[in-house]
């Protein structure tokens, strides 16, 4: 008992000069620095137990902004301590006993006090602040506008994608800490573009260090499950003065899954396939070299003139969810498929003559910005009916100003003069009306030994039942045609 006494009796002897001295500006903010990074690893801690956690910012802040700041704030005690002495020794303050580490202490209790007091600050401020700030850096704002105001398109055509409730990071980082360093250090460049604004004006796609399909569209879009077939409507209309309206109707064959037959995920990525190819432009939309693995046999298909090594002279990928699903949320539309939905919906009244031919050739016109777009589209559209068709613009005014209002919403969502991006510039390999999408590869002159070619038979992804057809039966068949 003796001894331990001796022993405290010592300790206590040594951290008293610590106590006295700690009491200066820097060792206080070292102390709240600790204080609260304790704090917050601790809230963290059942997260940290359980694995690598799926917010990749939550992520950041454990493994490198806590340590970071606690290790920094230890730092700032003891440099404040050595600076307080200095200070008193040369003012000559400093005392030759320092004062007992008990409670007649004012220095130590007004520390204990201090310490007291910012603990329960950082419990009650600091875990609000770091929920805000985590659930806001996920956020699509803070990615759309705070930070990538460069990417003004983008976030445009997502809001109107199929993903426009998904935040960027699901599909951008996905889970865990490491993609998140890694994007972020990858983007380094990204951010002295914008600060010196030399970035490249379109933003140049596709993005070669997004992380693989399968770690993230995956996640969601389960790859075994078997796809059914799906019945698709494309409504077109002409640029007559009727604007005549045609239909056509497509059984497309999803399929994929274990047992639920080819199908179009099913010969692409099914279990057993795997499919590399040669692209040789940036933009992979010019495929010469394809291989094709299926159960261990492979087979080789090259377009005329291209050498089977092909793939040692040209930018090689095994084909992934991407390669056709090139733009899942960032899709921009061609002027004549926005107007044909518009006029579908009877947002662009298919009554008023010439109604799509005038608002292709609004869209299409020379616009130098948004602003004047805006002046623009709405006017001109009206004046065509004011002056060319006076009676109809008496009697559907008011149909008239919204037809030119909805034209201006679909230039804003696909034209951005700033960013010089314009109608048709990023291609979309979903299907092959717009692009060359499937017919990249399903072109009838990629062949292999043997004669065997990539084939265009046209009921292979998809049974056509209708062709252009002002009332398709088979619509009115199932009791899907509308009256």
């Known amino acids: ?99 007992a580490l008990d409670f007649h202490n004012v220095r130590l209790r007004r520390l204990l006090l201090f310490v007291g007091l910012t603990t329960v600050a950082n419990l009650v401020i600091a875990g609000q602040l770091t929920y805000g700030a985590l659930h806001y850096m996920d956020g699509v704002t803070f990615c759309g506008r705070t930070c990538h105001v460069v990417m003004e398109p983008e976030y445009n055509a997502y809001q109107n994608s199929p993903h426009s409730r ?77 604007n005549s309206m045609t239909k056509t109707v497509l059984l497309m064959r999803i399929g994929g899954g274990r047992y639920g037959g080819p199908g179009i995920h099913g010969a692409h990525l099914g279990e057993g396939v795997t499919i590399r190819y040669a692209h040789s432009d940036e933009k992979r939309q010019t495929i010469p070299w394809v291989e094709s693995a299926r159960n261990g046999k492979s087979a080789i298909f090259t377009a005329p003139g291209t050498p089977l090594d092909a793939d040692k002279h040209f930018a090689v990928r ?16 061609l002027p004549e498929r926005a107007v044909d939905r518009d006029m579908a ?18 869209l299409k016109a020379n616009y130098t910005s948004n602003e004047e777009a805006a002046q623009r589209i709405p006017v ?6 004011r002056e060319k068709h006076p009676e109809v613009y008496r009697q559907r005014k008011a149909e008239i100003d919204r037809a030119g209002q909805a034209l201006l919403a679909i ?20 299907g092959h009306a ?37 009332a398709p039966k088979i619509l009115s068949d199932l009791g899907l045609d509308k009256k």
Not at 437 to 465: E, P, S, W, Y
Request: glycine share 6%; charged share 20%; aromatic share 12%.
């Open 411 to 430: 230039y804003r969502r696909n034209v951005f003069p700033a960013m010089k991006v314009s109608w048709g510039l990023y291609p979309n390999n979903i």
């Open 166 to 242: 998904v935040e960027c990071v699901k599909c951008h980082i996905g889970p865990g800490a490491s993609w998140f360093v890694k994007s972020k250090l990858s983007g380094m460049h990204q951010v002295f573009a914008v600060l010196f604004n030399t970035y490249e004006r379109p933003i140049p796609t596709p993005v070669h260090n997004l992380r693989p399909a399968r770690e993230t569209c995956e996640a969601c879009h389960w790859p075994q499950k078997y796809g059914e077939d799906r019945l698709r409507i494309v409504q077109k209309y002409a640029d007559d003065e009727t």
């Open 380 to 385: 001109e559209f009206a004046r065509f009916y």
């Open 434 to 470: 717009d692009f060359p999408g499937c017919f990249r590869c399903h072109d009838d002159q990629h062949t292999a030994a043997g004669d065997r070619k990539i084939g265009q038979d046209c009921n292979t992804c998809h049974q056509l039942l209708a062709m252009e057809e002002p």
């Open 1 to 99: 008992m003796e001894f331990i006494e001796l022993l405290w009796e010592r300790f206590r002897h040594w951290l008293e000069p610590f106590v006295y001295l700690s009491n200066n500006v820097l060792s206080l903010a070292g102390v709240v620095v600790v204080t609260t990074t304790t704090v917050l690893w601790v809230a963290m801690l059942p997260m940290l137990v359980h694995g690598e956690m799926a917010n990749p910012y939550t992520g950041i802040l454990a493994f490198l902004v806590l340590p970071g700041a606690f290790f920094g704030g230890l730092a700032l005690i003891p440099l404040g301590i050595f600076w307080n002495r200095r200070r008193q020794v040369r003012r000559g303050e400093l005392p030759a006993t320092m004062p």
């Open 318 to 333: 095994v084909m992934d969810c991407v390669d056709c699903h090139n733009r899942p949320s960032h899709s921009y539309e």
């Open 345 to 362: 919906g009877g947002i662009v009244p298919p009554a008023l003559p010439f109604a799509k031919k005038h608002s292709i050739d609004v």
